[in-house]
């Protein structure tokens, strides 16, 4: 028997409900659940002697059973006579003093203020079908009404699936009217026999006399029956905050169905106080993994301030970190900065029931979910500067214990908290960051700003950073590719030359060959006066008569320096991040591998220079492109990928006749490291040269 309307405009007409009850007869039809799935929120808003309007009562047992546990002052209304005699009949002899009469909402003929309580459990949704202007007048007509009926202090309670036009009307009208609204989730566990996918709302509104002049709108929500309301500032929060309960329970509707089905599916879960992001999973299923009783879902912490790390940043890594651990479904959960985590046992307790939310179909009856991490380890992040720049915005200082009990420094900007802009490695720091992460549970000063001090004054002993640290890979490929300046491969660490670098970041890369060739000068162009300031206060750096910073746009630079014809370098690196992630190029901004500014980069190099440049580029066909008008420009191009990584490290150079067997490149990076190892200087040992250079590829 199909009982559905050929339209959803046939829910708000008489005669569709008529039709419907006739055909269904007497047998109840509970929309959004029953009155054991409400009862909770129900009893906390609706006191036994209340006068309750039900409004589109239909034949819903719901005011039946509230009147068999106390609540004997109901009053029901329908549009249809023929469910209001069917009700009026089956209640007769039990519920004498229950009340059914044919009415029209939005015309009622109540008199003002006779009721404390007006539930509504989907007539609402039933009447609100589209944004059309007569749906948006009977929709008004029916909240006039329903403020009519109302006492002062009374409560509107609707039960509502919450669609996304619906909430924003009901909420955006009584917040306006200056009623305070709340909005409750009512948990899925309760209705798991029910038909809708989508969560379901029940939204409290209190009728408060308007004052003028008053603008605070009171708006608050509670995703669980006993947790205090979280207060919001607009309706535009209130709404998204309900958008993401939906959100959630479509992503735990696929997940269910669409178990181990190769996807990455990611969420956020914000702290319920403030608001702010506090664990972001990311679900890998590997349908490749064989099941068994053991291996089908597992809890992986990232430790803090590890986030940004291939392995757990990208999703490349996360499903190698699956198939390493082999469970069908992994969910890997990253700790936010800015919020406080006690211990790993502390975060068990805190994610046990949600995680379990998201568990694959199949999972076994009391199966006991593993929680992995890095050697049982949440790891430590201590924030050591926030501030701001006007080109980058919002930026980070912080300090993290890495995998191997050594402490980093990390720059990250806040507009791209997936990547470190720069990282060092502090010498001795590891008491300092501890005794530092106490003190910030002691005084809860968490996200201090920089003080005059710091801005002005180096790192403090203990602080001092590993200068022959360099932190990732494609630094270490672009000083490896050194090499290429001797025609012989005799490059050694006390070799005079040049080097113009665009891009400064910490400084760590400019820095190292600073102080490891010993006969080099460096100019560093960098465009953002705050990151200097950054490098200088936090990694370091410091100028000398060998090391120029230049506050400039590296474009304009380049091209002023290369028409006057004054400037010539050995080596120009170009390290420079791209603002524009939308170009799926992040390195360097396209304007930099433009054919004209480079051929202005090919003038300012010595005959036997070398261009370095940073690549990376996701866009297949840009990447091309851009690898054509660098083959116009240079006649010889060396190309080293970095394994686990988008980066590609291209060499540049002006003549064919320096091109370098591999047996030479290999050899040339052992004799230069052994030069660069001075005795008294440190070095950092996970650094090889010769390894850097040997899947070096001619283009």
Not at 201 to 222: D, H
Request: hydrophobic fraction near 40%.
């Amino acid at each position: 028997m199909n009982l559905l309307p050929k339209s959803s405009k046939e829910f708000s007409s008489a005669e569709y409900w008529e039709t419907f009850f006739k055909k269904r007869g007497a047998s109840a039809f509970e929309w959004y659940g029953t009155y054991v799935d409400h009862c909770a929120v129900l009893h906390r808003y609706i006191k036994p002697k209340d006068k309750v309007l039900v409004v589109g009562c239909g034949n819903s047992e719901l005011s039946e059973q509230m009147y068999d546990v106390g609540y004997q002052g109901i009053t029901n209304i329908d549009i249809s006579e023929v469910v209001i005699d069917q009700m009026k009949e089956r209640n007769a002899t039990r519920r004498p003093t229950m009340v059914f009469m044919k009415m029209d909402m939005m015309q009622m003929e109540f008199g003002d203020s006779q009721f404390q309580v007006v539930l509504d459990k989907g007539t609402l949704d039933a009447v609100m079908t589209d944004e059309s202007e007569e749906t948006l007048r009977n929709v008004n007509r029916m909240f006039v009404e329903i403020g009519r009926v109302l006492q002062v202090g009374g409560r509107f309670v609707c039960i509502s699936l919450a669609q996304e036009h619906i909430a924003k009307k009901a909420v955006s009208y009584f917040s306006q009217q200056g009623w305070p609204v709340r909005i409750h989730t009512i948990e899925e566990q309760s209705m798991a026999n029910r038909q809708f996918v989508m969560p379901v709302f029940v939204f409290i509104f209190t009728k408060f006399k308007k004052i003028p002049g008053v603008g605070q709108k009171i708006l608050e929500m509670c995703t669980e029956e006993q947790d205090k309301p979280l207060r919001l500032e607009s309706v535009g929060q209130l709404l998204e905050s309900v958008k993401g309960q939906q959100q959630y329970a479509l992503l735990r509707n696929h997940l269910t169905k669409n178990s181990c089905s190769g996807e990455n599916v990611s969420l956020t879960l914000c702290d319920r106080v403030s608001g702010t992001p506090r664990y972001t999973f990311n679900i890998i299923d590997l349908p490749s993994v064989k099941p068994s009783r053991t291996n089908h879902f597992a809890i992986f912490i990232v430790p803090q301030g590890r986030e940004t790390e291939w392995m757990f940043g990208t999703d490349e890594g996360r499903r190698q970190l699956g198939k390493s651990a082999e469970f069908r479904r992994l969910l890997v959960v990253a700790l936010h900065r800015d919020q406080l985590f006690e211990s790993m046992e502390a975060i068990q307790s805190e994610l046990s029931g949600k995680v379990m939310e998201l568990a694959p179909y199949g999972l076994p009856p009391n199966q006991q979910v593993p929680f992995l991490s890095v050697g049982g380890d949440i790891g430590v992040r201590t924030i050591q500067c926030r501030g701001t720049s006007d080109m980058s915005g919002e930026y980070v200082i912080e300090d993290v214990k890495g995998e191997d009990g050594n402490y980093f420094r990390h720059l990250i900007f806040l507009s791209n908290v997936n990547v470190v802009q720069s990282e060092t490695k502090l010498l001795h720091s590891a008491s300092k960051s501890v005794s530092s992460q106490k003190k910030k549970k002691r005084d809860k000063r968490r996200g201090r700003p920089c003080s005059e001090a710091e801005r002005t004054s180096n790192p403090k002993p203990g602080q001092a950073v590993d200068k022959s640290y360099l932190c990732c890979d494609h630094h270490r490929a672009m000083i490896a590719g050194l090499v290429l300046l001797s025609k012989n491969g005799g490059l050694l660490a006390d070799t005079p030359f040049s080097l113009l670098v665009v891009g400064l970041g910490g400084g760590s890369l400019p820095l190292f060959i600073h102080d490891y060739f010993s006969q080099s000068t460096v100019d560093a162009i960098e465009i953002d006066p705050v990151v200097l300031e950054v490098a200088t206060t936090w990694f370091e750096f410091s100028q000398d008569d060998r090391m120029k910073v230049i506050l400039a746009d590296g474009l304009n630079y380049i091209r002023t320096l290369a028409d006057a014809g004054n400037g010539s370098y050995d080596v120009i690196m170009f390290d420079v991040d791209s603002k524009d992630t939308a170009l799926g190029m992040s390195c360097p901004p396209l304007a930099f591998v433009d054919d004209v500014f480079l051929q202005k980069v090919r003038n300012l190099l010595a005959p036997q220079g070398l261009f370095i440049l940073n690549l990376v580029c996701r866009d297949h066909i840009l990447k091309e492109k851009v690898m054509t008008v660098i083959k116009g420009v240079f006649p010889l191009i060396y190309l080293q990928k970095i394994e686990g990584e988008v980066n590609e490290i291209l060499y540049c150079q002006l003549t064919t006749e320096l091109k370098a067997r591999s047996k030479d490149l290999l050899e040339a990076g052992q004799i230069l490291e052994n030069t660069l190892k001075k005795p008294g200087k440190h070095w950092d040992q996970t650094y090889n040269l010769a390894e850097m250079l040997k899947k070096v590829t001619i283009v």
